[in-house]
């Protein structure tokens, strides 16, 4: 009920704000173009269902018209509700595959030790915030600046550490709101990760919040929103507000975007570019395993934004049906290679060329 | 009871009947043994501070969920406060006061508000009074009246208050047509009764809320009990912060918000638990609040003369 919630708040936003429509134009693929980039595989017949991330959900929804279009004897649905959910169905085989912005936890994978996790998309997560006196050049933001800000131990909108970063720039004399995600979230859980490791007051074993899909946030000014599109929408209606927020919201262009400092030193603007080159060095950093589960955030490279998600399918490696291994496989092999031409014009990074080799040789062990 | 012989149709009415109502009686017990049951983790990890504790941290793990008490009765105290009166008012002109030929239509308008989704409601609170409680209602207040504590300080405009508004306009039109049904049952010599003795309208409106004070207190339970568990509007406007002190400008969080907000991606079994556990509380919390609410308005210690 409450992921019904989510589109039915973007039209609200989008009527509200008085906006036109600004799909992508490559957003729909025509049938002829589909069959030309999506090569059918002849006898492929099976039912495949999916479950899980939100994140995933508007990409998934294209690459399964895409590939249905191009293969009428695969159906594919995929049910957005939450990381956490498809996480539980794929587990408990009520769904092939799950869509997860987080890999198995400890727990999960003693419970599906043929798990394969194929990360499919990736995304920044950007600090919008709504500083009228500021204008259109973004704000210059570091780690330790963002965890102080939703720490609560800047409060000012021209605390001496914003000061410091941005020379140059008048900051206004006026208190901070915090705007964060009220429904547990991917998006949080990339957010916190990142500050994790970049900030040692947010640990958990220092006493900070922590990592999670949901955690206990200590500023006292917080609000709290839901879906990526409450957080843009409080951020647009609360003056002085800051928040953090999906890169592949629809409205994102609405908002002020702060720039980034990543590890090498170069602020950088959220862009799937950036993104793609977070995920880039950090497997080549070996941020990712064997398995490809890993995390991107605060990747090296001067170009690398450094709050960057990663989304996966999870699907069991051993599959009864001889029929939807065939389709599983051809699927996820769609999603990797042909499939991703749709990321960028849908505001996803793209999963560089060294992960897709990686990822192929995962989807090669799907079988019967 | 002497027992004379039954008709056949007699026995198969009060048999199914029975059965119907049976059913009724074991969902609710079969709700409350599935809730206890899958909560049954998180009591054994917290124990009473799940009910007493104000922290509520799934990284910790550490789950305490008086805030959410504490949110759901205060956002419905607000809403109950609003909503009686107007209700009880609305429903008494509709029967007493407003000329014969627009009863009919105002009666259908307040039905029909009743059948506005919830999720309206919510939108309308979050994108249009929300920027105009941050904007101007609550400086305006503080302005004014800012020294009495209840207040507090400005919020980003969602907050118990606007929770317990739109909580309001929901249940209003709930306990406007209910309390509408019970004035009208109230037998017509009586009210002519009163007009014969020369009593004013306002005299007669009294003695009719007096003689239909089962009927009224049944409207404002129900829409006590649909304040309680209202879920999606309330998670729109609420701000969904676990504060818990008693100001009308703060935000807060219900029972039922935490609920749908932090279902999605708890795959931890204990944390599940505990929102398992809110529900559980939750219906517990209507429970005694119905039966709490039935023992003011009986008296059953108070012998009538």
């Known amino acids: ?368 | 009871m002497a027992k004379r012989s039954e008709h056949p149709t007699d026995r198969a009415t009060r048999l199914g009947l029975g059965l119907v109502a049976a059913a009724v009686a074991m969902t609710v017990l079969a709700i409350a043994y599935v809730l206890g049951s899958h909560a049954w983790d998180a009591f054994r990890f917290a124990g009473t501070s799940l009910a007493t504790g104000s922290d509520w941290d799934p990284v910790e793990p550490s789950f305490g969920a008086w805030p959410f008490i504490f949110g759901t009765l205060f956002s419905s105290a607000i809403a109950i406060a609003l909503a009686v009166p107007i209700g009880f008012l609305v429903a008494l002109f509709l029967t007493e006061l407003a000329p014969r030929w627009l009863r009919s239509p105002l009666g259908i308008l307040v039905e029909l508000l009743a059948g506005v989704p919830s999720i309206v409601f919510g939108m309308w609170g979050f994108f249009y009074l929300a920027p105009k409680m941050h904007e101007t209602f609550e400086p305006w207040v503080l302005a004014h009246a800012g020294w009495i504590p209840i207040f507090g300080e400005v919020t980003p405009g969602v907050g118990f208050l606007l929770a317990g508004l739109v909580l309001a306009i929901m249940i209003l039109p709930t306990i406007t047509a209910i309390s509408r049904d019970a004035l009208l049952g109230v037998p017509r010599l009586e009210r002519e009764a009163a007009y014969a003795l020369g009593a004013t309208r306002w005299e007669v409106a009294r003695t009719s809320l007096r003689s239909a004070k089962a009927g009224l207190f049944a409207a404002a339970t129900l829409g006590l009990g649909r304040a309680l568990g209202e879920t999606i509007a309330v998670t729109l406007v609420i701000g969904n912060v676990a504060h818990s002190k008693l100001r009308l400008f703060d935000q807060g969080a219900t029972l039922a918000s935490t609920l749908a907000n932090q279902v999605g991606e708890a795959s931890d079994p204990l944390m599940l638990s505990a929102l398992i556990a809110l529900g559980f509380i939750l219906f517990l919390l209507t429970l005694v609040v119905n039966l709490g609410a039935r023992l003011v308005i009986e008296r059953p210690w108070r012998k009538h003369a």
């Open chain 1, 1 to 368: 009920m409450q992921k019904l919630l989510i589109p039915i708040f973007l039209i609200g936003a989008l009527v509200l704000a008085g906006c036109a429509s600004n799909t992508p134009p490559t957003a729909t693929t025509p049938p002829s173009s589909s069959a030309t980039t999506t090569p059918a595989k002849d006898g492929l017949a099976a039912d495949l269902s999916g479950e899980g991330s939100t994140f995933v959900g508007p990409i998934m929804e294209k690459w399964r018209v895409a590939f249905g279009n191009a293969n009428p004897g695969v159906h594919i649905s995929y049910l957005a509700d939450g990381s956490g959910k498809g996480r539980a169905s794929v587990i408990g085989s009520r769904v092939d595959f799950a869509g997860s912005d987080a890999p198995l936890s400890a727990g999960e994978a003693g419970n599906m030790t043929d798990a394969l996790h194929i990360p499919v998309v990736a995304g920044g997560v950007l600090v919008a915030y709504n500083v009228p006196d500021l204008g259109k050049t973004p704000l210059r933001l570091d780690g330790a600046a963002i965890a102080s800000i939703f720490l609560g131990t800047i409060t000012k909108w021209n605390d001496p550490a914003i000061a410091a970063i941005n020379p140059g720039v008048t900051l206004p004399n006026k208190d901070i709101t915090v705007v964060v995600r009220s429904d547990g979230s991917g998006t949080t859980a990339t957010f916190t990760d990142y500050l994790n490791k970049v900030d040692a007051r947010w640990p958990k074993a220092n006493g900070g919040p922590g990592v999670g899909a949901t955690v206990k946030w200590p500023a006292a000014s917080t609000t709290a929103a839901n879906g990526n599109p409450g957080v843009g929408s409080t951020i647009q209606t609360t003056t002085y507000s800051v928040g953090y927020i999906g890169s592949d919201w629809a409205d994102i262009s609405a908002l002020q975007q702060a720039v980034v400092k990543n590890t090498a030193g170069e602020f950088v603007e959220g862009t799937p570019e950036a993104a793609s080159a977070a995920l880039d060095a950090a497997l080549k950093a070996n941020a990712f395993d064997a398995d490809l589960k890993g995390s991107a955030t605060n990747a090296g490279g001067a170009n690398s934004y450094p709050i960057t998600a990663v989304s996966w399918v999870i699907v069991h490696q051993h599959q009864s049906d001889a029929n939807k291994a065939a389709a599983l496989k051809a699927f996820l092999e769609y999603i990797l290679h042909d499939g991703q031409q749709l990321s960028t014009p849908n505001k996803y990074a793209p999963m560089p060329t060294s992960l897709v080799t990686k990822a192929d040789a995962l989807i090669a062990k799907i079988g019967s």
